[in-house]
């Protein structure tokens, strides 16, 4: 049986959100305005069917697939929402399951560190080269939550709220993880969208 746990539409990825995408994924990248979804099952070997599922039922191309120990986790994107949707429809009769039967998004950490020594900031960057970077004295904004997924949705609902800069959207794993820098003002308004991101994600 294949258990749903992430399921998520975006219905135009955000600038900073799609470059990061095409820069660590390995299938198709996607590009800005694209719409996507995101979908982790269990086991992880599952997610060869829910992708060969998917891919058929539209035009969509596949953004990124992960086989992880416990989970797998596919990624398709077009420019054409209605190709996603429609994937995302036929994916999930095929499961038996529908989008409400995902799992429910726990926010394990958020918190906004204000004024970044330049230490702090120099270390981070170091440690997150798919990004953009974090420059001293600005604002960072930090999230954590699981199922890791639901991490996606709120990066894009973050940057479409204020004029941040992305720093690094890990979404696969145990544990979804943001981290989002910028002046205080702007991470204070992307941290509150983010947060009501992950509280009620998108279905459709």
Request: hydrophobic share 45%.
């Amino acid at each position: 049986m294949v258990k749903l746990r992430t399921y998520v539409y975006i219905d135009s990825l955000q600038p900073q959100l799609a470059e990061y995408m095409a820069s660590v994924s390995q299938g198709f990248p996607p590009v800005p305005g694209d719409a996507c979804l995101w979908v982790e099952v269990a086991p992880g070997m599952a997610v060869h069917r829910v992708t060969d599922i998917a891919l058929k039922a539209s035009q969509v191309k596949l953004t990124q697939q992960v086989v992880e120990r416990a989970f797998g986790s596919m990624v398709i994107h077009s420019r054409d929402q209605s190709d996603v949707m429609q994937s995302g429809r036929v994916l999930l009769s095929s499961i038996g399951s529908e989008a409400e039967d995902r799992e429910h998004c726990v926010t394990e950490w958020q918190e906004i560190i204000r004024g970044m020594t330049s230490d702090h900031a120099v270390l981070i960057n170091r440690q997150h080269r798919g990004g953009s970077m974090m420059l001293p004295g600005e604002s960072m904004f930090i999230l954590e939550v699981q199922p890791a997924g639901y991490i996606v949705y709120a990066a894009n609902q973050a940057e479409k709220a204020a004029e941040i800069t992305l720093i690094d959207v890990r979404a696969v794993g145990a544990h979804g993880r943001l981290t989002l820098s910028g002046r205080e003002a702007d991470v204070e308004e992307a941290a509150a969208a983010a947060l009501a991101a992950v509280e009620n994600p998108a279905l459709f």
